[in-house]
């Protein structure tokens, strides 16, 4: 299984809303990322999570809360978000010594 | 930090070759990467090249590199409709996990 699968593949939300994306992976990767992608922008990195441990935070705001719960899941926890936070959010993998990333499909949110 | 810039827009006929072009500005990038994003799609990676070679070549695909002036290229041959897509570069940064991604080419193909 090469894949990394992304539920749902579309999400529309109210600013007062609690919501969570998912992202699974079975490959034996031990890291994993969250990427939010504006249109027509390249991928901005979120969060990475290098065997099951938080090790990098680029700076993102509060309402959102990444977990993982083992080394084959990943979620992203949505709360009090604003419209400008609607985007494509993109879930990869990596383990090799090349250290390429693998991407899902993403999650199309849209904050009303 | 990493500045990585592409070019905007190319344009070519089915059949001919298709360069992309990615310029870097971190010379302590030790893999670069090139990927596929097709519309309101996740990001496929095509291939990647390692700091200590010039070229690597994968069946339509080949990588140059040029580290002295931080150059970057991807050459499609035998184009096709389906390869019309945005292409980024991306090279790894600071920590191996950090990905920098340039700024995206969109390839458009034209029978």
């Known amino acids: 299984d090469t894949e990394v699968t992304q539920t749902p593949k579309h999400l529309v939300m109210g600013m007062t809303n609690k919501k969570s994306l998912k992202c699974e992976q079975h490959?034996?990767?031990?890291?994993m990322y969250w990427y939010k992608q504006k249109a027509k922008k390249p991928p901005e990195l979120m969060f990475v999570y290098s065997y099951e441990k938080l090790s990098i935070n680029e700076s993102v705001p509060s309402r959102f809360s990444p977990e993982c719960p083992n080394s084959s899941l990943l979620n992203l926890h949505l709360h009090a978000l604003q419209p400008e936070d609607s985007a494509l959010y993109l879930c990869a993998s990596s383990q090799g010594t090349h250290n390429e990333q693998f991407f899902g499909p993403g999650t199309r949110l849209t904050v009303l | 930090g990493e500045d990585v810039e592409q070019s905007l827009f190319l344009s070519v006929r089915e059949g001919d070759s298709s360069v992309i072009n990615c310029t870097y500005t971190d010379s302590s990038s030790t893999y670069l990467y090139w990927y596929k994003q097709e519309p309101g799609a996740g990001l496929q990676l095509l291939t990647y090249i390692f700091s200590n070679m010039d070229m690597k070549q994968d069946q339509r695909l080949t990588v140059l590199l040029n580290k002295k002036d931080k150059h970057l290229s991807l050459r499609i041959a035998d184009t096709q409709t389906g390869d019309s897509a945005i292409y980024f570069c991306?090279?790894?940064?600071?920590?191996?996990?950090?990905?920098?991604f340039g700024t995206g080419t969109r390839l458009q193909v034209t029978l």
């Open positions: 991306a090279v790894n940064t600071g920590t191996a996990s950090k990905l920098t």
């Open positions: 490959m034996g990767h031990r890291a």
